[in-house]
């Protein structure tokens, strides 16, 4: 059941609350939900209060409030999520999206009010150049990114089918191309949702620069990586760690882009090691 809250623009977001205990916020990647939480937040809220919320433009919801679902925008959403529910310093974890959602939360409104953050599996810049090679697949250039949202306009589902279809896990490759049961789920979850919030949300995703969030985290940050990421994989989680002063880098062998789900047990075994632990030695 969902608990929504208004956010300062008047967008209504819906989260999921359940559980006991310190509290923890959930947030999910791009073009999902929160019920891709909800196996591990069945498990969590035996020693947490989980909020997992749908991110605005994501869900299915329809839009009352007066801004898109921009990266900044969201970020803002955040905080007041933490505000309307009085959460004192929260665990929050962020894959894909959700962590470049935490990103843009640390540079528009500080550490202060954040206990501790995980991030999973994600870059804090989307595109790359020259100077770059830690973005998508190693090698995503502005002009990938054009023909991608093209695509995406074109048609939706197989637009982002795509994007899953042609990264560097060969599994994800060889189910694309055979068209696995798998694909073909997602295909039509994806043919459910409206393309124009999602596309839009992509569009801030992919020009965001976050790199210069990662200096100024200055709480216990977990970092969990794919060793067979689908689009980044242990480079990037090592860049992220250099920049992240005493910051925790785990990589999870044979897992792609979402360690989490591909190893449930040894997720929710080191998340709770990090959540327990004195700040210094979670650091």
């Given at each position: 059941m969902f608990t929504?809250?208004?956010?300062?623009?008047?967008?209504?977001?819906?989260?999921?609350i359940t559980g006991n205990g310190p509290p923890i916020v959930l947030l999910h990647e791009w073009a999902g939900d929160s019920?891709?939480?909800t196996p591990l937040a069945e498990r969590l809220a035996h020693h947490f209060t989980v909020h997992a919320w749908d991110a605005r433009g994501h869900g299915g919801h329809p839009s009352t409030g007066s801004e898109p679902p921009t990266l900044q925008r969201m970020a803002d959403d955040l905080m007041d999520l933490i505000d309307r529910f009085a959460l004192v310093r929260p665990l929050v974890v962020g894959h894909s999206m959700g962590a470049l959602?935490?990103?843009a939360h640390v540079l528009r409104h500080g550490c202060r009010h954040l206990g501790r953050i995980c991030i999973l599996d994600?870059?804090?810049?989307?595109?790359?150049?020259?100077?770059?090679?830690?973005?998508?697949?190693g090698g995503f250039t502005v002009a990938d990114n054009a023909r991608l949202v093209a695509r995406m306009r074109a048609d939706f589902p197989e637009g982002v089918l795509?994007?899953?279809?042609?990264g560097k896990n060969p599994k994800a490759r060889d189910a694309y191309e055979r068209n696995s049961r798998g694909m073909q789920r997602l295909r039509e979850r994806l043919a459910a949702l409206?393309?124009?919030?999602?596309?839009?949300?992509w569009q801030s995703l992919t020009a965001a620069d976050l790199r210069p969030a990662?200096?100024?985290?200055?709480?216990?940050t977990l970092l969990i990586y794919g060793e067979a990421s689908n689009y980044y994989g242990p480079e990037v989680g090592a860049h992220v760690q250099s920049q992240i002063a005493g910051s925790r880098l785990l990589v999870y062998e044979h897992s792609d882009h979402a360690p989490h789900l591909n190893r449930p047990?040894?997720?929710?075994?080191?998340?709770?090691?990090?959540?327990?632990?004195?700040?210094k030695a979670a650091a």
């Open positions: 929504p809250f208004t956010a300062g623009d008047g967008e209504t977001i819906p989260v999921q019920h891709l939480w959602t935490l990103w994600q870059s804090p810049k989307l595109v790359t150049d020259d100077g770059w090679p830690f973005g998508i697949y795509h994007l899953v279809g042609h409206a393309p124009e919030p999602l596309i839009a949300c990662l200096p100024r985290i200055t709480v216990p047990e040894h997720f929710l075994e080191d998340l709770a090691a990090f959540a327990a632990a004195p700040d």
